[in-house]
């Protein structure tokens, strides 16, 4: 799920990609697409029989304050994976952000309740180590769709492994660890679905083909997280 929803970022495309999504796999790298479709459809009925109507309730019952309170605890509880990539991605700077980041909003922003940092200037950025081995070298290998998880890749699909190995509290024991686990993991999907219910519901009216939409989407958005933003200097038109 929370790979599906990665894809938000780059919502702002979505209603020029969807007048010009077609089912072509010229290029795509996309040699499972029967199966990927399938396990596709099967996500998304979940998701419009669960995590939707989660996402819609969420909304309205807590209040917008309190939603960016839980989204603000749970982008901090990030920090150590982020800042573990930084490092490896040789982006010292970024991971100085991230480092002041933590530290600031651990203690001013009262365990990361609230977004200090950002108020006194210190960006949020994410990484993770399907990004770090993107810029390692490795290559993203064939398209996939994994139930529940939603669009990845071989090398993303690693790169899960490899956060979840990072995250100190995959290892750290202590009275409720296991259901702090779930709470957060849950709590995860719910912010994210519900932060974006409109953004979804949009592509969702205005693409031709939703799967090749978000194959397309996920696509372009990972590739700007590797750049961290930057131009592609890559695939420039031969003019």
């Known amino acids: 799920m929370k790979n599906i929803l990665s894809t938000i970022a780059a919502l ?7 007048a010009c999504a077609t089912t072509d796999t010229s290029g795509q790298n996309d040699p499972y697409e029967q199966t990927n479709r399938q396990i596709f459809d099967l996500d998304q009925k979940l998701d419009h029989a669960v995590a939707r109507p989660v996402a819609v309730f969420y909304n309205h019952a807590v209040p917008q304050i309190a939603r960016d309170g839980i989204h603000n605890v749970l982008a901090n509880l990030d920090s150590p994976v982020i800042f573990a990539n930084d ?12 480092l002041g980041r933590t530290v600031v909003n651990s203690t001013l922003g009262l365990g990361g309740l609230v977004d200090f ?7 949020a950025h994410d990484e993770d180590f399907g990004q770090t081995l ?3 070298g490795a290559d993203e290998g064939p398209y996939l769709v994994l139930p529940l998880l939603g669009p990845s890749n071989p090398r993303d699909l690693v790169g899960m492994g490899g956060d979840t190995a990072m995250d100190p509290f995959t290892w750290a024991r202590f009275h409720g660890s296991r259901t702090f686990s779930f709470v957060r993991a849950g709590l995860g999907v719910i912010d994210l679905r519900a932060r974006n219910v409109d953004n979804l519901d949009q592509i969702e ?7 090749a939409t978000t194959r397309s989407l996920y696509r372009q958005h990972r590739n700007a997280e ?3 933003g ?5 695939n420039l038109p031969n003019l």
């Open 12 to 18: 702002s495309l979505a209603a020029g990609l969807s």
């Open 87 to 98: 490092i490896l991605q040789g982006e010292t700077t970024r991971g100085g952000q991230t």
């Open 117 to 123: 940092a950002a108020k006194i200037g210190i960006p």
């Open 134 to 136: 993107a810029v390692w």
């Open 205 to 211: 009216r205005t693409s031709v083909d939703l799967y």
């Open 226 to 228: 590797i750049r961290n």
């Open 230 to 234: 930057a131009p592609d200097t890559e």
